[in-house]
């Protein structure tokens, strides 16, 4: 009798290799748990590192553009106009050394041997400080390199600024045992604006028969300025308005140009400017005070865009003022092209147009009034150096 092969049983493991295997997937398993978890972690303090670094770096660059501020502020306020030497200085001990002294005294830098130099705390923990210092031999004089022929007409500023943890205030922020998180150089070029007008007159044309003045408006010079000023032998001012002055009208051979009376070009009058625009509707609706805005076409203003402030206006064509624009503008404006100022409209300062000027009537008045006050505070506030062009960094710099 023939028997039949018995079904082969499955192979049970041991039990012993049943508990290496749990024990290789469980090692296994936490091994992936915790790359993932390092893996996190890595990249989370990766964020905050770099989060940290670009906070220092650009509070680096902050130091270094409040220098730049700083060593603009100096070349302002100094007392002889243009300035030829950079020269910050310090007075100690409540005595000042330096003649004419200084009235207060001085407190111009830290370091005045190095330069403007100043420390300041960014946050008590961590003893976090920044610094910024603009070096004597970082401060140079470009204004024959820029085809000026007046020293101290344009500079160049150079401002280091760093972020360091200062354990050792008598130590540079680099120096050990200061530590060095950051540090930024910036430069930019400042330039004078000198503000010489051709005329100490409320109007300045560059030809008399230009100049037509309807009533009841008027050009008034006052007892101390000239109403209206212009070439000689170029006619004499038409109308029925009024023009009076010490004395009313005269005539100039000065300069009416940009350069003339501002000593510098359109280009480099459009860098200086606080606000530079293509047209009066680019102008923002409130202008700032003691600003030198430039518009680089026409500009016409109404009853919806008005002409109100104070400083420097400059319009590379015409400027056009029309009825119900309710003028009021304290300063120097001055007009490429053609000029109209319709009433009511008061400007006080004086105005330079190189093309016509039309003063219109009507049942209000228009009125042109040189006011040697006004202008002298434009002189002080403007009218000595401004920034040329926005800072720019100079290398990597960079983040320790």
């Not at 190095?114 to 204004?143: H, N």
């Not at 000689?232 to 051979?253: C, L, Q």
Request: proline share 6%; glycine share 10%; net charge neutral.
């Amino acid at each position: 009798m023939t028997m039949k092969n018995a079904p082969a049983q499955p192979r049970r493991g041991r039990p012993g290799e049943r508990g290496v295997a749990l024990v290789v997937v469980i090692l296994a398993s936490a091994l992936v748990l915790l790359m993932l978890t390092t893996t996190l972690i890595l990249t989370r303090m990766s964020g905050r590192l770099l989060a940290r670094q670009l906070a220092s770096q650009g509070q680096a660059a902050n130091a270094a553009a409040a220098g730049l501020t700083d060593a603009l502020s100096w070349f302002v306020h100094q007392p002889a106009q243009p300035v030829t030497a950079f020269d910050p200085k310090s007075d100690s001990g409540g005595v000042c050394t330096h003649v004419p002294p200084h009235t207060p005294l001085a407190f111009e830098s830290e370091s005045p041997a190095d330069g403007i130099v100043r420390s300041f705390e960014i946050t008590a923990p961590g003893r976090v400080w920044g610094r910024y210092q603009v070096r004597r031999d970082r401060v140079v004089d470009v204004s024959e390199a820029r085809g000026k022929s007046a020293a101290g007409t344009i500079w160049q500023l150079e401002s280091e600024g760093f972020v360091y943890v200062r354990n050792d205030a008598t130590k540079a922020p680099d120096e050990r045992p200061n530590y060095l998180l950051s540090q930024r150089t910036m430069r930019v070029n400042i330039q004078r604006l000198a503000t010489q007008l051709p005329a100490n007159a409320a109007l300045t044309s560059t030809r008399g028969n230009n100049i037509n003045i309807a009533r009841p408006s008027r050009i008034q010079g006052g007892p101390g300025g000239i109403g209206a000023a212009f070439r000689p032998s170029t006619g004499t001012p038409s109308g029925n308005g009024t023009i009076t002055g010490n004395p009313a009208t005269n005539v100039t051979n000065e300069d009416l140009s940009l350069d003339g009376v501002f000593g510098v070009s359109a280009q480099e009058l459009v860098a200086m400017a606080d606000i530079a625009v293509d047209q009066a509707s680019d102008l923002p609706a409130s202008l700032p005070d003691m600003s030198l805005i430039v518009i680089r076409g026409n500009a016409t203003f109404n009853a919806t865009r008005k002409l109100s402030g104070s400083g420097i206006l400059v319009v590379l064509g015409n400027l056009v003022l029309n009825p119900q624009s309710d003028t009021y503008y304290s300063g120097v404006i001055w007009v490429a092209g053609n000029l109209v100022l319709a009433p009511p409209g008061i400007i006080n300062g004086s105005v330079i147009v190189n093309g016509n000027a039309t003063i219109n009537g009507g049942s209000d008045v228009a009125e042109i009034n040189y006011d040697p006050e006004i202008l002298d505070q434009v002189r002080l506030q403007m009218g000595n150096y401004l920034f040329s062009r926005s800072p720019w960094i100079v290398g990597g710099g960079g983040v320790k």
